[in-house]
């Protein structure tokens, strides 16, 4: 049997390059994919940077850990940085010599916003020499990179969190990779940041581990990275690049299992009557199943290993290029290692599973023929529909059906997984089913060019409608492409346009903003100044975190006590509620919120007067009242607190509201003279609404475009196998036509109107799972966002269509015109 099916791959080369391709594609795919994402969780970090000279480090504990209502304790990673306990801070003093790190935000004046300031007595534990100048010394110098251009003696400006203030630049020191650093003299550090970050000392570590017990984390070694500014950004990064590349992977294996599963099934099918001859001449079922999957073990295996090398390849460039693109820590890539060696091993096997699970139904439909009754067949597909497919498409059916019927009934919290799992659902269900409809589109598609002159369109729709199992298979990866890039990009669309629209809503009573430019945030002193401003009234806004365990969820957590959960916050003055903001408030009254309260969302499943204990992103406990409950957001903002909880984040925003009578055009101009010289911006409200969260917009258009990119591709690979495979064997067909008195521009007219026809039957099923699956997602936002809209996906769909379709007519025009290269007698006297 090995002998046959390696005589039979060698032989049919050709039918099998298009299940070679697809299968190599996918795996290596999953490789790259696989490669990458294993980088993100053990890709060995850059090593210490700012602590690289220090021999012990101390900092505060980076998590928040709480009792766990199981037993035990639940543990996340705090938001914001904690200060050392003073008591730590004396234990450790008292083992040796002790160096105070603290970090904070500073920035020369057109400068970077990631810079970080620092005491000047810790920069050499960094690597930090002067260039030129000399160390900081009292209240009004600083030392700045060489890279900066500010020379000795220079006069710059600095923001901190407190405002700007003018410095004398006494020295320089070469940059290095892993900050931008600006430092002050010790007293002026401790007077800017009275929070220690970090200690230095030269103790041993095992004495200092002994004096700082659990109130702190002694690092040593590689370990001291930790304690880097940008490690928690780093951290934070490489979650994002898991996120999407898991995305990208998951469309990935769903779009690889539909091309693969039916390029090995359409390619068995082409050779039933080969399979048939082969029963006639004594092989029993058993052995024409096992030659079928031979077969598919051996594509599978060469397919595999191309896919491996092809992936182990690409994936260092795949990390390059996210690095380059700023989505990846600049340090980040690949290496190879005893764990790739295991997942790539992993990938070579599920290439070859995923081949003989695609060959697997087709082999057990070809072994239950009869050879008379396959031997008489005639090329018309009548058994295109069988019960585990009727089976599989039926429940399919239902569960998408089911998903959109049931998001209107669950907590907004769970309508982003259900938007994301019907597109699938109901792909998966026109797909299986799609033989069942195809002769009803391909009739009603052709229907206008009945009645035209000529045969021409009588041919096309025959030979779509009697080849139902070739159309299903040319579809089925259309109607994949299509409507999964549509849906995605419909989901994503219409949900950051709900976010704009509840955001406008939100902030509808406010005539202006201000919001930071190339700055992290507001300095108190701008905020100060702007809510200062005659006639008008102002609402500041600080970002924040919130962690807490919420209450009882009938769907997920009935009896509660369920797990840790950090929830985005924000703080602001409860008289500016129901003034310049608005509260979608559903139970109690937001503006009396005062420090001992706050204002949730109805995701934390609470209610008006339930005590909550809740930590702020510092690890800071409070135990709080609500005093209201308002309706859950779209852009995530869980909790209203006032500006006492706002830690040491920077405003992200000012709405600035008229008073009766102010003059607009004057309290713009005086917004522009205040702000001049400074890292922010005043914009009227409506065009700071409109314009969104850009970087959001861009990361989901980035993640769609992989998405899309990857689908098209494959899509190209299983259109063209498919079509070339048919098209090859249709020569005896060509040759009659010819004969009959067909030209050769007839000919290929036809095939052309067949490809034609078969992209648009799957644009018609993509179409229908894009329109049912928006009209769910529709009624849903209804009730979160009045008046929200849904974005129609008219672009990608017609860019996705027309990929398809020049894909398909090359795929048939191609071997068309060189199988009429061939006189039509030599043909029809040729054997199959």
Not at 538 to 559: E, L
Request: aromatic share 6%; proline share 6%.
């Amino acid at each position: 049997m090995l002998n046959i099916a390696w005589l039979t791959l060698r032989s049919r080369w050709a039918s099998f390059g298009g299940t070679f391709l697809a299968l190599a594609l996918g795996v290596a795919l999953m490789s790259a994919m696989g490669l990458v994402l294993a980088a993100t969780t053990h890709s060995p970090e850059r090593g210490p940077g700012r602590f690289a000279g220090a021999p012990v480090v101390v900092r505060a504990l980076p998590d928040l850990t709480v009792p766990a209502e199981w037993g035990g304790t639940q543990s996340l990673p705090l938001e914001e940085p904690r200060a050392l306990p003073a008591e730590v801070v004396a234990a450790v003093s008292a083992t040796g010599t002790v160096t105070v790190d603290r970090a904070f935000y500073a920035q020369l004046a057109g400068g970077p916003a990631g810079s970080v300031g620092h005491p000047w007595t810790s920069a050499a534990f960094g690597g930090y020499r002067l260039t030129a100048g000399r160390a900081p010394v009292g209240d009004g110098q600083i030392v700045v990179g060489a890279g900066s251009g500010a020379k000795p003696g220079a006069r710059v400006l600095v923001q901190t969190a407190e405002g700007q203030r003018p410095y004398t630049v006494a020295g320089t020191v070469a940059e290095l990779p892993f900050e931008q650093p600006v430092f002050f003299a010790e007293a002026e550090a401790a007077r800017i940041s009275p929070r220690i970050d970090a200690l230095v000392t030269d103790a041993d570590a095992a004495a200092v581990r002994a004096a700082v017990g659990p109130r702190g984390e002694v690092l040593t070694g590689s370990a001291r990275g930790k304690a880097d500014p940008q490690y928690r950004a780093d951290e934070s990064a490489l979650i994002g690049v898991s996120t999407m590349l898991g995305m990208a992977a998951g469309v990935g294996g769903f779009v690889s299992v539909f091309v693969v599963g039916s390029t090995f099934a359409f390619s068995v099918a082409q050779r039933r009557r080969e399979l048939a001859l082969f029963r006639v001449s004594g092989a029993t079922p058993r052995q024409v199943r096992r030659l079928v999957l031979t077969e598919a073990v051996g594509v599978g295996a060469l397919a595999s290993g191309t896919g491996v090398l092809l992936g182990l390849a690409a994936a260092p460039a795949l990390a390059g290029k996210l690095a380059s693109e700023g989505m990846a820590p600049s340090w980040f890539t690949v290496t190879v290692d005893a764990a790739s060696a295991v997942l790539l091993a992993v990938v070579f096997l599920l290439g070859i599973l995923l081949a003989v699970t695609g060959a697997g139904a087709a082999a057990l439909r070809a072994g239950r023929v009869r050879p008379i009754e396959a031997l008489r067949e005639v090329a018309v597909d009548t058994k295109a529909m069988t019960w585990p497919r009727w089976l599989g498409g039926l429940g399919a059916l239902a569960a998408g059906i089911g998903l959109i019927a049931a998001a209107p009934l669950l907590p907004p919290l769970y309508w982003a997984s259900l938007a994301t799992s019907v597109g699938p659902a109901l792909i998966l269900a026109f797909a299986l089913l799609s033989p069942v409809v195809i002769p009803l589109l391909a009739k009603a598609a052709t229907a206008p060019f009945a009645r035209t002159r000529g045969a021409g369109a009588v041919l096309v729709r025959a030979n779509t409608v009697t080849s139902v199992r070739r159309t299903a298979s040319t579809a089925a990866p259309v109607l994949i492409t299509v409507g999964l890039v549509c849906s995605l990009w419909s989901t994503s669309g219409s949900l950051e346009g709900a976010r704009a629209k509840e955001a406008a809503s939100r902030v509808a009573g406010a005539d202006f903003v201000v919001t930071p430019a190339h700055a992290p945030g507001l300095t108190r002193e701008l905020v100060d100044k702007v809510s200062a401003l005659p006639g008008v009234s102002v609402a500041v806004s600080t970002p924040a975190t919130v962690f807490t365990v919420p209450g009882p969820d009938a769907f997920a957590d009935p009896s509660g006590g369920g797990a840790l959960i950090p929830y985005s916050a924000e703080t602001v003055d409860p008289a500016a509620i129901g003034n310049v903001l608005a509260l979608p408030v559903v139970a109690g009254d937001a503006k009396k919120l005062d420090d001992r309260s706050i204002a949730v969302d109805q995701s934390w499943n609470r209610a008006v007067g339930d005590k909550v204990e809740v930590w702020m992103g510092d690890g800071t406990g409070h135990e709080l009242t609500v005093a209201a409950v308002f309706k859950t957001s779209t852009s995530g903002n869980g909790a209203v607190l006032t500006p006492a909880h706002a830690g040491s984040e920077l405003p992200r925003a000012v709405y600035v509201k008229l008073a009766a009578g102010a003059d607009r055009a004057a309290v713009r101009g005086q917004l522009d003279t205040l702000l001049e010289g400074q890292a922010a911006r005043a914009v009227p409200i409506a065009a700071w609404t409109a314009a969104g969260d850009t970087k959001r917009q861009d990361d989901a258009r980035t993640a769609l475009y992989l998405i899309g990119g990857i689908a098209v591709l494959y899509t190209g690979v299983a259109v063209a196998n498919t079509l070339v495979m048919s098209t090859r064997r249709r020569g005896r067909e060509f040759a009659l036509l010819r004969l009959t008195g067909s030209t050769p521009r007839q000919l290929l007219a036809m095939v052309a109107g067949e490809a034609l026809l078969v992209v648009a039957v799957g644009g018609l099923l993509a179409a229908g799972v894009v329109a049912v699956s928006l009209a769910g997602l529709w009624a849903a936002l209804r009730q979160l966002v009045p008046g929200a809209q849904v974005v129609v996906p008219l672009v990608p769909f017609l860019a996705t269509s027309a990929a398809c379709l020049v894909v398909a007519l090359a795929a048939v025009l191609v071997p068309a015109r060189l199988a009429l290269r061939t006189p039509a007698v030599r043909l029809t006297a040729a054997v199959d």
